[in-house]
T-cell receptor
């Protein structure tokens, strides 16, 4: 296990299309987070899973965004009817609880909406 | 919700000098404060963290201080080296670690 992986690394889509991203956390990690990062800004929290349960969701998150973690392992983030403002880097992170709670980030998926 | 502010946004120091980055937070329920380093084109990586029951923590050239009363915490890097050049983010989380709020980042440039 070499760390958190994300797929795809880059995605270009046209406005109005749906996109889905995948995150594979470190295998024993029970906590999984999704963030969005735009240029020059820090990661912005989107949602959090503990095992398969989605326990937190940002109030700023549009209902066009949905995330799942069906078996408590990998997770998917779907954006429906994409808008140009959705263009960003989407980061996934995982951690182990109980434990150090250190978040290990994936390489991110860069989304460009044209 | 929590609001984390970070400054300065950019910091340029000479190699060997010290660098200090400061963050403030608004939610008194926050009690875990990690710092991340993000090199260009790479993922954020944890460099040090502190919990609210501790006022200071050191790890070699890096230290973090926390003032819960004033709701601010700082990252101190001593004897800076060119490889310290990166963007540094502070963050805050409540006891359950269910949400993390990040600052906007500080771009540190260490000049050789």
């Amino acid at each position: 296990d070499t760390g958190v992986s994300q797929d795809p690394r880059h995605k270009i889509t046209k406005r109005g299309q749906n996109v889905t991203f995948r995150c594979d956390p470190i295998s024993e990690h029970n906590r999984l987070y999704w963030y969005r990062q735009t240029l020059g800004q820090g990661p912005e929290f989107l949602t959090y899973f503990q095992n398969e349960a989605q326990l937190e969701k940002s109030r700023l998150l549009s209902d066009r965004f949905s995330a799942e973690r069906p078996k408590g392992s990998f997770s998917t983030l779907e954006i429906q009817r994409t808008e140009q403002g959705d263009s960003a880097m989407y980061l996934c992170a995982s951690s182990l609880s109980p434990g150090s709670h250190e978040q290990y980030f994936g390489p991110g998926t860069r989304l460009t909406v044209t | 919700g929590e609001n984390v502010e970070q400054h300065p946004s950019t910091l340029s120091v000479q190699e060997g000098d010290s660098a200090v980055i400061k963050c403030t937070y608004s939610d008194s329920a926050s009690n875990y404060f990690p710092w991340y380093k993000q090199e260009l084109g790479k993922r954020p990586q944890l460099i040090i963290d502190i919990r609210s029951n501790v006022g200071e923590k050191k790890d070699q050239r890096i230290a973090v201080t926390l003032n819960k009363t004033a709701k601010h915490f700082s990252l101190h890097i001593t004897e800076t080296q060119p490889e310290d050049s990166a963007v540094y983010f502070c963050a805050a989380s409540e006891w359950n670690f269910n949400k993390f709020y990040f600052g906007s980042g500080t771009k540190l440039n260490v000049k050789p």
